[in-house]
């Protein structure tokens, strides 16, 4: 990338100058202060200072001077921000006229003007006026004939955003094949057994002959069992991962090498909150966990059930003063499907679990290629 960028700067001949901020662009403005309590709703972008949502604090209906967009703002503390749409501001906010230049050649200044302004000299006891603002100087590109390099921003921009959309690109690719790996799946487009079982969800007893039926917990999984307590001083580190109470990390508060209990993979957890976990992989657990064992059921049920279980026990009815333990977790009442009101219906928990997992996958694609496709538009803009 910098290589790009140095190349760049080389074949164009580039120099380097100061330059005044008034003598390019004129005396900035300001707006005009309007208190929370006289604003009206409306449509307008209202710049204060700030960097939460770029310094705009409100959406307005007054009547306010309006800025155009392309141009750059400057609030009291010296931040620098683009504006590619026409605004109102406030009196703590300078603002530069360059409306008149192209989009990309307008972003290069808005970063110059940033780093000279920006460098710590305004703050609350002494904040940055438009005055300040005409009298700002900013290191800028010149061409050979010691005007602006216009060309130079555009294509230093231009590169800088076709280098962002091929990092969304590549992070696609690898976010897709992380999740399609993790979940054993080749792609993340339905079936069309799933999509018909997905039109379906509100039918399944005509469709498919399923219903719910309440089933206690040690009968279908047998006793829960519970690890052992292990003080954090008297931890050997390792690779076991020990599963505590808590939502941080899935629980996992240590990796451990102490000679503990090793509870298998596929199997649930419910800490003392109620929140109930599965785990893909072997673990260790202390004895404010409750473990399930559910590992000779197929993995996609398990995960079903999980969900089933956290609905019962993680209702509140759990905290600090009254803890969960195994022997709450064998008299748990769980609602899971059935066929004939008697046989566990696997088939349909695996098919939704599927459809589940699929669907989180297509989301993420899709705000991936959102943002690319926002970014590559951006990139084709002028």
Same mark, same amino acid.
């Given at each position: 990338m910098q290589e790009k960028l140095t190349k760049l700067e080389k074949d164009l001949g580039i120099e380097w100058q100061e330059f005044n901020l008034e003598e390019l662009f004129g005396k900035s403005t300001r707006g005009r202060r309007l208190k929370s309590s006289d604003r009206i709703k409306g449509k307008l972008p209202f710049v204060t200072a700030g960097e939460a949502n770029m310094g705009i604090s409100a959406y307005i209906g007054n009547d306010v001077t309006i800025f155009p967009k392309n141009t750059i703002t400057i609030d009291m503390f010296g931040s620098a921000k683009y504006r590619n $749409?026409? $605004?109102?501001?406030?009196?703590? /906010?300078? /603002? /530069?006229?360059?409306s008149d230049l192209p989009e990309s050649a307008v972003l290069f200044i808005t970063s110059a003007i940033h780093k000279s302004a920006n460098a710590g000299q305004f703050d609350y006891s002494r904040n940055f006026y438009a005055s300040d603002a005409d009298e700002l100087t900013i290191q800028l590109p010149v061409n050979d004939e010691k005007m602006l390099a216009i060309d130079y921003m555009e294509q230093f921009i231009g590169t800088l955003k076709a280098e962002r959309v091929a990092t969304l690109k590549a992070e696609r690719v690898a976010t897709l094949k992380a999740y399609l790996k993790v979940t054993g799946l080749e792609d993340y487009h339905l079936t069309s057994e799933e999509q018909e079982l997905l039109d379906n969800l509100e039918n399944l007893e005509s469709k498919y002959g399923i219903d719910w039926k309440e089933y206690r917990l040690d009968e279908l999984f047998g006793k829960a069992s519970r690890g052992r307590r292990l003080k954090s001083a008297d931890r050997i580190n390792g690779d076991l991962p020990f599963v505590t109470a808590g939502e941080v990390s899935m629980g996992i508060s240590a990796y451990i090498g102490n000679d503990v209990k090793r509870f298998s993979s596929n199997t649930i957890t419910i800490d003392m909150f109620g929140s109930s976990k599965y785990r893909s992989y072997e673990y260790g657990a202390d004895d404010h966990v409750a473990v399930i064992h559910s590992d000779s059921f197929p993995e996609l049920v398990v995960l079903f059930a999980t969900t089933a279980i956290h609905k019962s026990s993680h209702a509140g009815q759990f905290d600090y003063s009254r803890n969960f333990y195994a022997s709450d977790a064998d008299? *748990? *009442?769980?609602? *899971?499907?059935?066929?004939?009101?008697?046989?566990?219906?696997?088939?349909?928990?695996s098919l939704y679990i599927s459809i589940v997992k699929k669907l989180v996958i297509k989301d993420v694609v899709l705000f991936s290629d959102r943002e690319i496709e926002l970014t590559d538009s951006l990139s084709a803009s002028k």
């Open positions: $749409y026409s $605004y109102g501001a406030d009196d703590h /906010v300078a /603002v /530069v006229s360059t008299e *748990l *009442l769980i609602q *899971l499907p059935t066929i004939n009101s008697d046989k566990l219906a696997m088939d349909f928990m």
